[in-house]
């Protein structure tokens, strides 16, 4: 039964985090910390899944690892946009 409310729990979560990517589009601060939301949801249901089978956790310290990286890579790109532009808005890059 907590295993089902915390699946529940996990992909309200998931949900959630996609509206507020969606919403929060404009800022580049605003979606690399939904990324690393999303991130941390996929981190905890990964750990719920190789716990329910009794599997080997290294593959968590992986994950945790290319999560750094990408987190640091997210960070690097919003300073040198910071100092290029001024801003982290997206409508400076003519993307949108």
Same mark, same amino acid.
């Given at each position: 039964? =907590?295993?089902?409310?915390? !699946?529940?729990?996990?992909?309200? /979560?998931? %949900?959630?985090?996609?509206?507020?990517?969606?919403?929060? *589009?404009? +800022?580049?601060? /605003?979606?690399?910390?939904? &990324?690393?939301? &999303? #991130?941390?949801?996929?981190?905890? %249901?990964?750990?719920?899944?190789? !716990?329910?089978? &009794?599997?080997?956790?290294?593959? @968590? %310290?992986?994950?945790?690892? $290319?999560?750094?990286?990408?987190?640091?890579?997210? =960070?690097? #790109? =919003?300073?040198?946009? @910071? *100092?290029? +532009?001024? !801003?982290?808005? $997206?409508?400076?890059? !003519? @993307?949108?």
């Amino acid at each position: 039964m =907590l295993m089902l409310d915390l !699946n529940y729990l996990v992909y309200v /979560m998931f %949900m959630l985090s996609f509206l507020s990517l969606s919403l929060n *589009r404009f +800022h580049l601060l /605003m979606v690399l910390l939904t &990324i690393e939301f &999303i #991130i941390l949801i996929l981190y905890f %249901m990964l750990f719920l899944l190789l !716990n329910l089978y &009794i599997m080997e956790l290294y593959f @968590i %310290m992986i994950f945790l690892i $290319f999560s750094v990286c990408e987190g640091v890579l997210g =960070l690097s #790109i =919003l300073i040198f946009m @910071i *100092r290029l +532009h001024g !801003n982290d808005y $997206f409508q400076v890059l !003519n @993307i949108f």
